[in-house]
């Protein structure tokens, strides 16, 4: 089973802000990484897929990027609806997610 | 509008059992491969189990093999998820995702609101 180790757990942040969130996978899955974002009492919404390629819709401040076992996941000038948690998921082989990033106002 | 809904949750005892629906609209399940994910409240994302678009493909994660079903009926445009022989840590929210492997292969790019299955007795 691949395992996936996001970092860091929880992070707090202002407006406007840049942050980053990394992703290890536990062996090479190429770009097949997705970033998903998740409110509280809401359903996971995808964000990224294929490691950088932003779903539409997404705004461009959302940007995503790596290959084989590390990647990050990067959020520009941070919104006040920005504060959620992200989790990253692999797909090279079944489906894993991480445990996920709570991003917080500072 | 692309949606999905599930339903079929509840309350339940240990070795008991539960069965989850979860209704397409806007789009039809059919050339979707379609998948079941939990989360524990406050907790994170689990995937539980796939079923391909031939309807006869299936996984599981380990923690359900054997115990969980999701089978497709694809002319009510409906996926399901049989859970037998329940322990409490299958309790969480069970939510419904598409995942489109022409356009996002990989990502579950639509959800459903989600359903909750406590087992407890």
């Known amino acids: 089973d691949i395992q996936m180790t996001q970092s860091p757990s929880s992070l707090s942040a202002s407006i406007g802000a840049t942050v980053t969130i990394t992703c290890q996978a536990s062996q090479d899955i190429g770009k097949y990484l997705s970033w998903y974002q998740q409110k509280p009492g809401s359903a996971p919404k995808l964000l990224i897929h294929g490691a950088s390629n932003l779903e539409a819709g997404v705004p461009s401040r959302f940007s995503g990027s790596g290959s084989g076992t590390n990647f990050t996941f990067t959020i520009s000038s941070l919104q006040p609806e920005d504060f959620a948690t992200y989790y990253c998921q692999q797909y090279e082989n079944l489906y894993t997610f991480g445990q996920g990033t709570q991003l917080e106002i500072k | 509008e692309v949606q999905l809904a599930e339903s079929g949750g509840g309350l339940v005892q240990p070795g008991g059992s539960l069965r989850l629906s979860c209704v397409g609209s806007?789009?039809?399940?059919?050339?979707?491969?379609m998948h079941w994910v939990r989360q524990v409240p406050g907790k994170g994302l689990t995937w539980v189990a796939r079923v391909l678009s031939d309807g006869t493909t299936t996984n599981y994660a380990d923690s359900v093999k054997g115990r969980f079903t999701i089978s497709r009926d694809n002319a009510k445009n409906t996926v399901y998820l049989q859970m037998n022989t329940l322990r409490a840590d299958d309790t969480a929210v069970y939510y419904c995702?598409?995942?489109?492997?022409?356009?996002?292969?990989?990502?579950?790019?639509?959800w459903g609101q989600g359903t909750m299955a406590t087992v407890s007795s």
């Open positions: 806007g789009f039809s399940i059919s050339r979707s491969w």
């Open positions: 995702a598409r995942e489109d492997i022409v356009l996002v292969p990989g990502s579950f790019a639509v």
